[in-house]
Protein backbone atom coordinates (compact mmCIF):
# COMPACT_ATOMS: atom_id res chain seq x y z
CA UNK A 1 0.00 0.00 0.00
CA UNK A 2 1.94 3.33 -0.90
CA UNK A 3 2.56 5.10 2.51
CA UNK A 4 0.09 8.22 1.71
CA UNK A 5 -2.84 6.30 1.10
CA UNK A 6 -1.38 4.35 4.58
CA UNK A 7 -1.21 7.76 6.47
CA UNK A 8 -4.65 8.67 5.51
CA UNK A 9 -6.30 5.43 6.43
CA UNK A 10 -4.87 5.40 9.76
CA UNK A 11 -5.50 9.01 10.41
CA UNK A 12 -8.96 8.54 9.24
CA UNK A 13 -9.45 5.65 12.21
CA UNK A 14 -7.95 8.12 14.33
CA UNK A 15 -10.65 10.72 13.51
CA UNK A 16 -13.14 8.68 13.86
CA UNK A 17 -12.09 7.36 17.69
CA UNK A 18 -9.62 9.86 19.37
CA UNK A 19 -12.01 11.21 21.78
CA UNK A 20 -10.78 13.11 24.73
CA UNK A 21 -9.25 16.19 23.69
CA UNK A 22 -6.04 17.29 22.01
CA UNK A 23 -3.91 15.48 25.14
CA UNK A 24 -5.75 12.40 24.72
CA UNK A 25 -4.98 12.87 21.10
CA UNK A 26 -1.09 12.44 21.81
CA UNK A 27 -1.74 9.22 23.59
CA UNK A 28 -3.94 7.65 20.52
CA UNK A 29 -0.46 8.94 18.23
CA UNK A 30 1.93 7.55 20.21
CA UNK A 31 0.20 3.96 20.39
CA UNK A 32 -0.43 4.14 16.84
CA UNK A 33 2.84 5.58 15.35
CA UNK A 34 5.49 4.52 18.05
CA UNK A 35 3.84 1.51 19.52
CA UNK A 36 2.05 -0.20 17.21
CA UNK A 37 3.40 0.83 13.66
CA UNK A 38 6.65 2.23 15.17
CA UNK A 39 7.04 5.02 12.73
CA UNK A 40 8.70 6.94 14.74
CA UNK A 41 10.96 6.63 18.61
CA UNK A 42 9.82 7.44 21.97
CA UNK A 43 12.70 10.23 21.32
CA UNK A 44 11.36 11.67 17.78
CA UNK A 45 7.85 11.86 19.06
CA UNK A 46 8.46 13.51 22.22
CA UNK A 47 10.85 16.07 20.40
CA UNK A 48 7.88 16.65 18.03
CA UNK A 49 5.38 17.00 20.99
CA UNK A 50 7.30 19.58 22.33
CA UNK A 51 8.07 21.42 19.73
CA UNK A 52 4.31 21.39 18.54
CA UNK A 53 3.17 22.14 22.46
CA UNK A 54 5.66 25.49 22.02
CA UNK A 55 4.55 26.61 18.43
CA UNK A 56 1.34 28.29 18.35
CA UNK A 57 -1.68 26.31 16.72
CA UNK A 58 -3.69 23.07 17.44
CA UNK A 59 -0.78 21.38 19.06
CA UNK A 60 -2.02 18.00 17.86
CA UNK A 61 -3.56 18.68 14.38
CA UNK A 62 0.25 20.04 14.21
CA UNK A 63 1.67 16.42 15.57
CA UNK A 64 -0.40 14.64 13.22
CA UNK A 65 0.79 16.88 10.20
CA UNK A 66 4.26 16.64 11.10
CA UNK A 67 3.77 12.78 11.36
CA UNK A 68 2.28 12.61 7.80
CA UNK A 69 4.37 14.68 6.81
CA UNK A 70 7.22 12.50 7.95
CA UNK A 71 5.70 9.25 6.52
CA UNK A 72 4.56 10.55 2.99
CA UNK A 73 6.03 13.97 2.49
CA UNK A 74 3.25 16.83 1.47
CA UNK A 75 0.94 14.08 0.14
CA UNK A 76 1.11 12.52 3.81
CA UNK A 77 0.80 15.67 5.81
CA UNK A 78 -2.70 17.31 3.87
CA UNK A 79 -3.87 13.86 3.73
CA UNK A 80 -3.16 13.04 8.00
CA UNK A 81 -5.17 16.25 7.85
CA UNK A 82 -8.12 15.80 6.17
CA UNK A 83 -8.39 12.49 7.18
CA UNK A 84 -7.97 13.44 11.16
CA UNK A 85 -10.31 16.54 10.57
CA UNK A 86 -13.17 15.40 8.45
CA UNK A 87 -15.43 13.08 10.80
CA UNK A 88 -15.43 16.01 13.49
CA UNK A 89 -15.88 18.71 11.03
CA UNK A 90 -18.76 16.35 9.26
CA UNK A 91 -20.29 16.11 12.62
CA UNK A 92 -20.41 20.06 14.14
CA UNK A 93 -21.67 20.72 9.95
CA UNK A 94 -24.72 18.28 10.93
CA UNK A 95 -24.86 20.14 14.30
CA UNK A 96 -25.03 23.59 12.77
CA UNK A 97 -27.91 22.15 10.33
CA UNK A 98 -29.91 21.13 13.16
CA UNK A 99 -29.15 17.59 13.10
CA UNK A 100 -29.75 16.35 16.40
CA UNK A 101 -26.90 13.89 16.08
CA UNK A 102 -25.24 13.67 19.41
CA UNK A 103 -28.42 13.30 21.88
CA UNK A 104 -30.14 10.76 22.95
CA UNK A 105 -29.18 8.11 25.77
CA UNK A 106 -27.08 5.76 23.31
CA UNK A 107 -25.34 8.40 22.19
CA UNK A 108 -24.37 10.21 25.36
CA UNK A 109 -23.40 6.65 26.86
CA UNK A 110 -21.27 6.37 24.00
CA UNK A 111 -19.07 9.62 24.65
CA UNK A 112 -18.84 8.65 28.31
CA UNK A 113 -17.36 5.02 27.58
CA UNK A 114 -14.66 6.95 24.97
CA UNK A 115 -14.18 9.32 27.11
CA UNK A 116 -13.40 6.81 30.23
CA UNK A 117 -11.11 4.88 27.35
CA UNK A 118 -9.13 8.13 26.77
CA UNK A 119 -7.95 8.06 31.04
CA UNK A 120 -6.69 4.98 30.09
CA UNK A 121 -4.92 5.78 26.73
CA UNK A 122 -3.58 9.09 28.78
CA UNK A 123 -2.01 7.14 31.41
CA UNK A 124 -0.56 4.60 29.53
CA UNK A 125 0.72 7.31 27.02
CA UNK A 126 2.49 8.83 30.19
CA UNK A 127 3.94 5.47 32.07
CA UNK A 128 5.48 4.48 28.42
CA UNK A 129 7.01 7.48 27.94
CA UNK A 130 8.17 8.58 31.29
CA UNK A 131 10.26 4.98 30.57
CA UNK A 132 12.40 6.21 27.59
CA UNK A 133 12.50 10.71 27.90
CA UNK A 134 12.56 10.37 31.83
CA UNK A 135 15.22 7.60 32.91
CA UNK A 136 17.46 9.53 35.14
CA UNK A 137 17.04 11.39 38.29
CA UNK A 138 17.40 14.71 36.64
CA UNK A 139 14.87 14.32 34.02
CA UNK A 140 13.04 13.00 36.48
CA UNK A 141 12.92 15.84 38.07
CA UNK A 142 12.08 18.14 35.22
CA UNK A 143 9.16 16.18 34.79
CA UNK A 144 8.02 16.29 38.06
CA UNK A 145 8.60 21.03 38.27
CA UNK A 146 7.04 20.83 34.93
CA UNK A 147 3.60 18.87 36.27
CA UNK A 148 3.48 21.14 39.39
CA UNK A 149 4.00 24.37 36.88
CA UNK A 150 0.94 23.27 34.88
CA UNK A 151 -0.70 22.07 38.32
CA UNK A 152 -0.23 25.19 40.44
CA UNK A 153 0.54 27.61 38.31
CA UNK A 154 -2.41 27.05 35.14
CA UNK A 155 -3.75 29.38 32.80
CA UNK A 156 -2.87 29.15 29.09
CA UNK A 157 1.28 29.96 29.12
CA UNK A 158 2.16 27.31 31.35
CA UNK A 159 2.66 24.96 29.12
CA UNK A 160 5.12 26.98 27.50
CA UNK A 161 6.80 28.08 30.80
CA UNK A 162 7.72 24.58 31.89
CA UNK A 163 8.65 23.55 28.28
CA UNK A 164 10.86 26.32 28.55
CA UNK A 165 12.19 25.58 31.51
CA UNK A 166 12.84 22.24 31.00
CA UNK A 167 14.51 22.63 28.00
CA UNK A 168 17.17 25.19 29.88
CA UNK A 169 17.44 22.96 32.80
CA UNK A 170 18.55 20.45 30.04
CA UNK A 171 20.60 22.64 28.43
CA UNK A 172 22.50 22.72 32.37
CA UNK A 173 22.22 19.18 33.45
CA UNK A 174 21.52 16.62 30.25
CA UNK A 175 24.45 17.16 27.98
CA UNK A 176 26.00 13.82 28.86
CA UNK A 177 25.81 11.30 26.17
CA UNK A 178 23.95 13.59 23.37
CA UNK A 179 25.98 12.18 20.41
CA UNK A 180 23.70 9.78 19.75
CA UNK A 181 20.69 12.32 19.62
CA UNK A 182 22.52 15.03 17.39
CA UNK A 183 23.52 11.85 14.55
CA UNK A 184 20.18 10.85 13.98
CA UNK A 185 18.11 14.08 12.59
CA UNK A 186 14.69 14.04 11.78
CA UNK A 187 13.98 13.42 8.49
CA UNK A 188 11.91 15.82 6.91
CA UNK A 189 13.00 17.11 3.91
CA UNK A 190 11.87 20.69 3.83
CA UNK A 191 14.10 23.10 1.61
CA UNK A 192 15.55 26.02 4.29
CA UNK A 193 13.58 28.27 1.01
CA UNK A 194 10.13 26.68 1.84
CA UNK A 195 10.36 27.42 5.21
CA UNK A 196 11.51 30.67 4.87
CA UNK A 197 7.91 31.55 2.56
CA UNK A 198 5.96 29.99 5.08
CA UNK A 199 6.74 32.07 7.35
CA UNK A 200 6.89 35.23 5.23
CA UNK A 201 3.46 33.92 3.81
CA UNK A 202 2.25 33.86 7.70
CA UNK A 203 3.56 37.26 8.78
CA UNK A 204 1.35 38.58 5.50
CA UNK A 205 -1.37 37.58 6.03
CA UNK A 206 -1.48 37.76 9.74
CA UNK A 207 -0.76 42.01 8.97
CA UNK A 208 -2.62 42.05 5.33
CA UNK A 209 -6.43 40.36 6.31
CA UNK A 210 -7.24 42.91 8.95
CA UNK A 211 -6.27 46.06 6.44
CA UNK A 212 -7.84 44.02 3.47
CA UNK A 213 -11.08 43.21 4.93
CA UNK A 214 -11.31 46.67 6.73
CA UNK A 215 -10.59 48.05 3.26
CA UNK A 216 -12.73 46.28 1.28
CA UNK A 217 -15.42 45.58 3.39
CA UNK A 218 -15.97 41.89 2.20
CA UNK A 219 -17.85 39.67 4.31
CA UNK A 220 -15.59 36.66 3.03
CA UNK A 221 -12.50 38.24 4.06
CA UNK A 222 -13.36 39.22 7.01
CA UNK A 223 -14.40 36.13 8.16
CA UNK A 224 -11.00 34.63 7.21
CA UNK A 225 -9.14 37.29 9.12
CA UNK A 226 -11.14 36.02 12.05
CA UNK A 227 -10.40 32.79 12.31
CA UNK A 228 -6.56 33.32 10.73
CA UNK A 229 -6.18 35.41 13.82
CA UNK A 230 -7.29 33.17 16.04
CA UNK A 231 -5.62 30.17 15.46
CA UNK A 232 -1.69 32.59 14.73
CA UNK A 233 -2.45 34.11 18.59
CA UNK A 234 -3.45 30.81 20.35
CA UNK A 235 -0.70 28.73 22.36
CA UNK A 236 -1.56 24.94 23.33
CA UNK A 237 -4.54 24.61 21.19
CA UNK A 238 -8.09 23.10 22.30
CA UNK A 239 -9.84 25.16 24.72
CA UNK A 240 -7.15 27.84 24.59
CA UNK A 241 -8.89 29.34 21.14
CA UNK A 242 -12.31 30.01 22.75
CA UNK A 243 -12.19 32.98 24.39
CA UNK A 244 -10.28 34.57 20.83
CA UNK A 245 -13.28 32.67 18.65
CA UNK A 246 -15.92 34.14 21.35
CA UNK A 247 -14.43 37.56 20.65
CA UNK A 248 -14.26 37.03 17.02
CA UNK A 249 -18.02 35.97 16.50
CA UNK A 250 -19.76 36.48 19.53
CA UNK A 251 -18.76 40.26 20.26
CA UNK A 252 -18.98 41.04 16.31
CA UNK A 253 -22.70 39.68 16.99
CA UNK A 254 -22.07 37.14 13.70
CA UNK A 255 -22.60 34.58 16.34
CA UNK A 256 -25.45 34.54 19.16
CA UNK A 257 -23.96 33.60 22.83
CA UNK A 258 -26.60 31.02 22.80
CA UNK A 259 -25.45 29.40 19.67
CA UNK A 260 -21.71 29.83 20.31
CA UNK A 261 -22.76 27.65 23.67
CA UNK A 262 -24.38 25.13 22.06
CA UNK A 263 -21.73 24.18 19.25
CA UNK A 264 -19.05 24.41 21.73
CA UNK A 265 -20.72 21.71 23.78
CA UNK A 266 -21.03 20.02 20.55
CA UNK A 267 -17.24 20.40 19.77
CA UNK A 268 -16.19 18.65 22.77
CA UNK A 269 -18.48 15.44 22.50
CA UNK A 270 -16.99 14.60 19.26
CA UNK A 271 -13.80 12.98 17.97
CA UNK A 272 -11.03 14.89 16.77
CA UNK A 273 -9.49 18.19 16.98
CA UNK A 274 -11.52 21.03 19.20
CA UNK A 275 -10.71 23.36 16.11
CA UNK A 276 -13.50 22.11 14.42
CA UNK A 277 -15.83 24.40 16.44
CA UNK A 278 -14.75 26.59 13.54
CA UNK A 279 -16.82 24.32 10.78
CA UNK A 280 -20.09 24.94 13.13
CA UNK A 281 -19.28 29.15 13.92
CA UNK A 282 -18.62 29.28 9.72
CA UNK A 283 -21.94 27.45 8.49
CA UNK A 284 -23.85 29.91 10.98
CA UNK A 285 -22.09 33.09 10.61
CA UNK A 286 -23.80 35.74 9.70
CA UNK A 287 -21.22 37.28 8.03
CA UNK A 288 -19.73 35.46 4.94
CA UNK A 289 -20.79 32.95 2.49
CA UNK A 290 -22.23 30.99 5.41
CA UNK A 291 -23.54 27.62 4.74
CA UNK A 292 -21.08 24.17 3.70
CA UNK A 293 -19.09 27.14 1.69
CA UNK A 294 -18.88 29.20 5.40
CA UNK A 295 -17.75 26.02 6.92
CA UNK A 296 -15.00 24.89 4.86
CA UNK A 297 -13.27 28.92 5.08
CA UNK A 298 -13.64 28.93 8.78
CA UNK A 299 -12.01 25.34 9.07
CA UNK A 300 -9.65 26.51 6.63
CA UNK A 301 -8.00 29.39 8.09
CA UNK A 302 -8.07 28.28 11.69
CA UNK A 303 -5.65 25.32 11.05
CA UNK A 304 -3.46 27.27 8.70
CA UNK A 305 -1.27 29.37 10.59
CA UNK A 306 -0.21 26.62 13.05
CA UNK A 307 1.04 24.67 9.83
CA UNK A 308 2.31 27.60 8.01
CA UNK A 309 4.32 28.07 11.33
CA UNK A 310 5.36 24.21 11.68
CA UNK A 311 6.54 24.25 8.31
CA UNK A 312 8.22 27.81 8.59
CA UNK A 313 10.47 26.44 11.44
CA UNK A 314 11.38 22.59 10.41
CA UNK A 315 13.89 23.27 8.53
CA UNK A 316 15.84 25.70 10.74
CA UNK A 317 15.05 23.45 13.19
CA UNK A 318 16.90 20.08 12.25
CA UNK A 319 19.99 22.38 11.29
CA UNK A 320 19.69 23.77 15.29
CA UNK A 321 18.89 20.13 16.61
CA UNK A 322 22.10 18.77 15.50
CA UNK A 323 24.18 21.07 18.25
CA UNK A 324 24.77 19.38 21.05
CA UNK A 325 23.52 22.21 23.28
CA UNK A 326 20.31 21.49 21.17
CA UNK A 327 20.07 17.79 21.87
CA UNK A 328 20.80 18.73 25.46
CA UNK A 329 17.71 21.20 25.39
CA UNK A 330 15.45 19.32 23.76
CA UNK A 331 15.99 16.17 26.56
CA UNK A 332 15.25 18.48 29.01
CA UNK A 333 11.82 20.07 26.87
CA UNK A 334 10.78 16.06 26.56
CA UNK A 335 11.09 15.57 30.17
CA UNK A 336 8.71 18.13 30.66
CA UNK A 337 6.47 17.40 27.79
CA UNK A 338 6.28 13.63 30.02
CA UNK A 339 5.10 16.00 33.27
CA UNK A 340 3.02 18.33 31.17
CA UNK A 341 1.16 15.47 30.18
CA UNK A 342 1.30 13.90 33.47
CA UNK A 343 -0.68 16.41 34.63
CA UNK A 344 -2.92 17.19 32.08
CA UNK A 345 -3.83 13.49 32.79
CA UNK A 346 -5.43 14.50 36.33
CA UNK A 347 -6.84 17.61 35.47
CA UNK A 348 -8.85 17.87 32.99
CA UNK A 349 -9.03 14.55 31.77
CA UNK A 350 -9.30 12.26 34.65
CA UNK A 351 -11.68 14.94 36.48
CA UNK A 352 -14.02 15.54 33.82
CA UNK A 353 -14.59 11.59 32.78
CA UNK A 354 -13.99 9.64 36.39
CA UNK A 355 -16.88 10.32 38.70
CA UNK A 356 -16.91 7.14 40.84
CA UNK A 357 -15.63 3.69 41.44
CA UNK A 358 -17.25 2.15 38.49
CA UNK A 359 -15.54 4.38 36.56
CA UNK A 360 -12.39 4.04 38.01
CA UNK A 361 -12.62 0.25 37.60
CA UNK A 362 -13.40 0.97 33.20
CA UNK A 363 -10.03 3.03 33.45
CA UNK A 364 -7.74 0.14 35.11
CA UNK A 365 -9.47 -2.20 32.98
CA UNK A 366 -8.83 -0.27 29.66
CA UNK A 367 -4.83 0.67 31.38
CA UNK A 368 -4.42 -3.29 31.55
CA UNK A 369 -5.65 -4.14 28.32
CA UNK A 370 -3.60 -1.14 26.45
CA UNK A 371 -0.29 -2.29 28.61
CA UNK A 372 -0.02 -5.80 29.44
CA UNK A 373 -2.50 -7.39 27.38
CA UNK A 374 -1.16 -4.90 23.90
CA UNK A 375 -4.61 -4.69 23.00
CA UNK A 376 -5.08 -2.67 20.41
CA UNK A 377 -6.10 1.20 21.11
CA UNK A 378 -8.25 1.29 18.07
CA UNK A 379 -9.82 -1.93 19.50
CA UNK A 380 -10.01 -0.65 23.11
CA UNK A 381 -12.01 2.46 22.42
CA UNK A 382 -14.27 0.56 19.99
CA UNK A 383 -15.43 -1.66 23.42
CA UNK A 384 -15.27 1.09 25.13
CA UNK A 385 -18.14 3.20 22.82
CA UNK A 386 -20.02 -0.28 22.67
CA UNK A 387 -19.90 -0.61 26.76
CA UNK A 388 -20.87 2.92 27.02
CA UNK A 389 -23.98 2.86 24.62
CA UNK A 390 -25.22 -0.30 26.39
CA UNK A 391 -24.95 1.39 29.59
CA UNK A 392 -26.46 4.47 28.15
CA UNK A 393 -29.44 2.48 26.54
CA UNK A 394 -29.81 0.07 29.52
CA UNK A 395 -29.91 3.75 31.77
CA UNK A 396 -32.69 4.94 29.71
Request: glycine share 14%; with cysteine; aromatic share 10%.
Amino acid sequence: MPRALAVFLVFLRLGLTSFGGPIAHIGYFRAEFVERRKWLTEDEFGELVALCQFLPGPASSQLGFAIGLLRAGTAGALLAFVAFTLPSSVLMFAVAAGASVLTGDVAEGAIRGLLIVAVAVVAHAVWGMSRTLTPDAVRALIAAGAAAIVLLVGGSWSPLAAIALGALAGLLWCRAGTDAVVAAPLGFRIPVAVGAGSLVVFGVLLVGLPLLAATTGEGTIALVDAFFRSGALVFGGGHVVLPLLDAAVVQTGWVSPDQFLTGYAAAQAVPGPLFTFATYLGAIATTGPGGAVGAIVATLALFLPGFLLLVGVLPFWNRLRRRTGVAAAMRGASAAVVGILGAALYDPVFVEAVRGPVDLAFVVAAFVLLGPARVPAWAVVLAGGVAGALTGAFAG
